[in-house]
């Protein structure tokens, strides 16, 4: 693994913008100021911290941020691994709770992996040394060097978030899953969070859609080893129809459509997603 602040100028120099990764806006490494804040201490001050990017905040509604981590059972003492952050929403929440007594973890794609970039956790690392510092980075490439996500049997909980549906269009969902299994200690929980699909619909093996069965999530990672523990509704949405012919990634944040019907798709929300609980047994 290699600290975060060693791959953020990297990520600097080489960011890129694909479908469903929403867009943050690019700040010159010279503009920004680092400053600190009081670490916070719960999960509910993490949330309402000046760490966090305002409008990241704004998507709380959708997301759900309290509910999902304490469903998962996030304590401050853990070692916490994210698969592909992204632009780091959950970043800005997990790696200052996490900063004092446990430590956040991000697996970011391979070099050569066509998977969406962003610069945005390269600029707020920046902004914020002290936390950056903690942080620890690894590489998700699960097909094809599944231990450079970390060694076996060293983190308290993998956690991803609308992930599975892209490991499904390149086919690596069982050897993601299996990575996880390895890299968690004994008794180690994987949360996943993903757009779901209704059950009734056709079989999909490449998620064209964005949309996943929960059965079908669920089977993955049984498959892998874990043990299911459960569900939570908490980031349900009965408004989405999931029935658009560009997919999920129609809805916000993404809105491939633009300003098309625009406040159609606003008014829906975000997708509906499953919130699932997994451990090691």
Request: overall charge positive; glycine content about 6%; proline content about 7%.
């Amino acid at each position: 693994m290699k600290y975060l602040m060693l791959l953020s100028f990297i990520t600097l120099c080489s960011c890129s913008h694909q479908k469903g990764l929403e867009e943050v806006a690019v700040v010159k490494k010279e503009d920004i100021i680092p400053v600190n804040y009081p670490t916070p201490k719960t999960i509910e001050e993490a949330i309402n911290s000046p760490f966090r990017t305002p409008s990241f905040k704004e998507r709380d509604i959708y997301r759900h941020p309290f509910d999902t981590l304490t469903f998962f059972g996030v304590k401050s003492s853990m070692k916490v691994l994210e698969i592909t952050p992204g632009t780091g929403w959950y970043t800005e929440i997990l790696a200052p709770f996490l900063s004092e007594k446990g430590q956040y973890v991000m697996a970011g794609n391979a070099a050569n992996s066509p998977a969406p970039r962003s610069s945005h956790i390269a600029e707020w690392s920046i902004r914020h040394p002290e936390v950056a510092g903690k942080m620890l980075s690894s590489t998700f490439n699960p097909k094809d060097d599944p231990a450079a996500l970390g060694a076996p049997s060293s983190m308290d909980m993998v956690l991803t978030f609308r992930n599975v549906h892209n490991w499904m269009a390149g086919g690596t969902q069982d050897a993601a899953f299996k990575a996880f299994f390895s890299v968690l200690k004994k008794g180690g929980i994987l949360g996943v969070v993903e757009h779901r699909a209704p059950e009734s619909w056709s079989d999909d093996p490449k998620a064209q859609k964005g949309y996943v069965k929960e059965s079908e999530v669920i089977n993955m990672a049984k498959k892998a080893g874990f043990k299911y523990l459960g569900k939570s509704a908490v980031n349900s949405n009965p408004l989405d129809t999931k029935d658009y012919s560009n997919g999920v990634w129609t809805l916000p944040p993404t809105y491939t459509l633009k300003d098309k019907d625009r406040e159609k798709y606003q008014a829906i929300g975000e997708s509906d997603r499953m919130t699932l609980k997994f451990s090691k047994p």
